[in-house]
């Protein structure tokens, strides 16, 4: 395996406030990675950096061997890493379809035969391909999420807690989708809160802790580290 | 008796039964937790007791007062606080202006006086707010604006918020989205507290963590309808919830 994202001593700030103090990380291609950390860490700032829509104050972020630190979104997008943001945020007056046609906002070539297999991934919006987003349920709107970033076929795909808010039995669901993703072939950044499911799909885990990567190391390591289990794991077994 | 009483609710958004013939009870000094799918309704229940848009039918009545005709600032000068499952802070107002403003009702000012509220001391208006800062944790974050906080903070001031308003009752709508195990911890903590100090609790919740070990009661709600009532043992065993919503993982 090879670094497909590889992040060096990344500082993003938000006026004198540095919520990234110097971040090293990488995702290997064809891994799942998940980023654990307490909030306020700054894991969404980093999501947000990666994927453009923050301008990182110094340091390099290096995708498929190319600089893109400080690019626009819409370039990064072009150059095959699409997020899928926190709490969602789907839009909530377009329909399901038009969300999906907005995640191929790029494309010059014919994306029909991708919303056809979408839609058989994702059978539930299928049945609501003409309903407005926001009348969604949470979940469902999880799904569109997803499937509109897959929309532009990107090879990283940075998933920004996706379980939020869901019902133990859709975050089981939303789980062997990124499983079905990862045996597709795409390479996924995961920030999650739910480290019981992490556990269970991601190879690889770092945690951050106030702008700064504090640990990095297997499904194992992490397991064994006693102040993470308490953090993440609790009480229960892992 | 019960502190909160809904008999019969319903309410419909076109044809959508997002509430539909809802009966529960929440005993004074209760954790009631209210859990299901997403899109079972639980959010729209929080919504109709806290009067954001009224019934199609039925009634809901709070210590012993129908609230059909009181509006939604009356229900909080009742008694009736809540959090939002989608955060809405003052975001351009700092974490310490945010509660002031929920403070400051008229109630608390015909209660404290004009001159009680800012001569400082014990019982004034400083103190108070700097206890809710130092129970929050937001203590440090006190100039901050609202809208610069993290994720897990903006729900903890959003928990604080409601606070400074001295709730009888206290509506929680996914209070523990996003939080680690750890976080989850200290919300429990805070909850126990919270009851402690005398505020009944109706927690709205996925995270199954803090559902099961903080309520004495749940009611499960599947399409509008409520599906099971009981202990957290009771529904953790019960097999039509299992399917619905727990699951069979883990």
Known sequence: MSALLEIRDLVTAYGKIEALKGVNLEVQQGSITCLLGPNGAGKTTLMMTAAGILQPRSGSIRFAGAEIAGRPPHAIVAGGIALVPENRLVFPNMTVLDNLHAGAYQRKDDFASDIERLFIRFPRLKERSTQLAGTLSGGEQQMLAVARALMSRPKLLLMDEPSLGLAPLVVEEIFRIIVQLHGDGVSIFLVEQNAHMALKVAQHFYLMEQGKVTFSGTPGALAEDEVIRRAYLGSAKA | ?250
């Open chain 2, 1 to 250: 008796m019960a502190l909160l009483e809904l008999k019969g609710v319903s309410r419909h958004f076109g044809g959508v039964r997002a509430v539909d013939t809802l009966e529960l009870a929440v005993e004074s000094g209760q954790i009631f937790g209210l859990i299901g799918p997403n899109g079972s309704g639980k959010s729209t229940t929080v919504n109709l007791i806290s009067g954001l848009f009224p019934l199609t039918s039925g009634s809901i009545v709070f210590q012993n007062q129908n609230l059909e005709k009181t509006p939604t600032h009356l229900r909080l000068q009742a008694g009736i606080a809540r959090t939002f499952q989608n955060i809405r802070l003052f975001g351009q107002l700092t974490v310490w202006q945010n509660l002031w403003v929920a403070q400051n009702s008229p109630a608390d000012r015909a209660r404290r006086g004009f001159l009680a509220r800012w001569l400082g001391g014990q019982g004034g208006v400083r103190e108070e707010i700097s206890q809710l800062l130092e129970f929050s944790g937001l203590a440090h974050k006190q100039e901050d604006l609202a809208a610069n906080l993290a994720f897990g903070e903006q729900r903890r001031l959003e928990l604080a918020r409601a606070l400074a308003t001295r709730p009888k009752l206290l509506l929680l709508d996914e209070p523990a989205a996003g939080m680690n195990s750890e976080e989850i911890g200290q919300l429990r903590e805070r909850i126990l507290k919270i009851r402690a100090q005398g505020t009944t609790v109706l927690l709205v919740e996925h995270v199954m963590e803090l559902v099961m070990g903080v309520t004495d009661r749940i009611a499960v709600l599947n399409f509008g309808q409520k599906i099971a009532e009981g202990s957290p043992a009771e529904i953790q065993a019960d097999a039509a919830v299992r399917k619905a919503y727990l699951g069979g993982g883990e």
